[in-house]
């Protein structure tokens, strides 16, 4: 299938890009990489009548770390993101969700703000931005502001970004000293939706778990922070009982439904198996660590 007939616009600086949105508002749609939208546009699931390609602003290309977060430009590709020493040795949970994105085409293509900004509850991006409590920046006409991840995603496909606004920034808080981490997933076919994907991070202290991080993918509209399992956790001597009682109250906190592709319950199932199994890999890299 073919898009249906849009307006081309093609800004070069920031400025000019919030000016297009906020004289278009709804009727607009941001193109950076395009790995999703260009697919929805195609079916005609998103008829935009003006499509915004941002590619042109160079100012949005940039990778770096500052005031403890890992700083990714909006226009910073995925394939960047993954092969960047500084993000394996600063982030490296966001290095290894990274290789479980599609295939290496797509990541070459696509970006990390465009991904959080689709906010396919699915995928492995927004559930990273949420384990680590980063933020995105948004910029409009009225000024910029920043958005945590915990008021970010609203439900599927929908964040609390104003049409009018454009992501310029992703912030990813940096992984403190000592810590372990584990991306895990379990998909069909390698490059397709996980069924269900869990990020982990542990910080031991004297033996014991003094703060862990556990957010959940493709278990409910939005990515699942495991707010319940975290406290089981915390101040916990690591241990298998410690691990089932966190799977347990991972299971019953998170919500999925049942689609083609699996039950609620098979959703439900593999998200606890799925924790243990990364709690057990993060408490080994943060002892290698130590």
């Known amino acids: 299938m073919k898009p249906a007939p849009f307006v081309y616009a093609a800004p070069s600086t920031v400025e000019e890009a919030v000016d297009l949105l906020a004289r278009h508002g709804s009727d607009a749609k941001v193109l950076a990489g395009g790995q999703s939208l260009v697919p929805l546009m195609n079916m005609r699931l998103a008829k935009p009548r003006v499509v915004v390609d941002i590619n042109r602003i160079r100012e949005l290309r940039y990778l770096g770390a500052l005031d403890g977060a ?100 992703v912030r990813f808080p940096v992984l403190p000293e000592g810590a372990g981490w584990s991306w895990m997933e379990i998909a069909r076919r390698h490059g397709d ?10 910080v031991l ?10 957010a959940l993918a493709g278990v409910g509209p939005v990515p699942v922070r495991a707010s319940a399992a975290e406290g089981v956790l915390r101040g916990g001597t690591p241990s298998e009982d410690l691990w089932a009682q966190a799977a347990e109250a991972v299971r019953t906190e998170v919500d999925p439904e049942d689609d083609i592709h699996a039950s609620a319950e098979y959703r439900r199932h593999i998200a606890a198996v799925l924790t243990r199994r990364a709690l057990r890999e993060a408490l080994s890299r943060a002892r290698e660590a130590a």
Do not use: K, N, W
């Open 205 to 214: 202290r004297r033996g014991r778990i003094a703060d862990a991080r556990i």
């Open 193 to 202: 939706f996980a069924l269900a994907g869990v990020g982990v991070v542990l």
């Open 70 to 169: 890992v700083r990714i430009g909006a226009l910073t590709r995925q394939r960047e993101v993954e092969r960047s020493p500084l993000v394996a040795a600063r982030c490296p949970l966001l290095t290894e969700a990274l290789r479980f994105v599609g295939h290496v085409a797509i990541r070459t293509r696509g970006t990390v703000a465009g991904s959080l900004a689709h906010a396919d509850p699915a995928a492995e991006l927004p559930a990273v931005l949420v384990a680590l409590g980063g933020e995105v920046t948004a910029r409009s006409a009225a000024g910029e502001r920043v958005v945590p991840a915990s008021a970010l995603f609203l439900t599927y496909l929908t964040t609390s970004l104003d049409p009018r606004e454009l992501v310029t920034e």
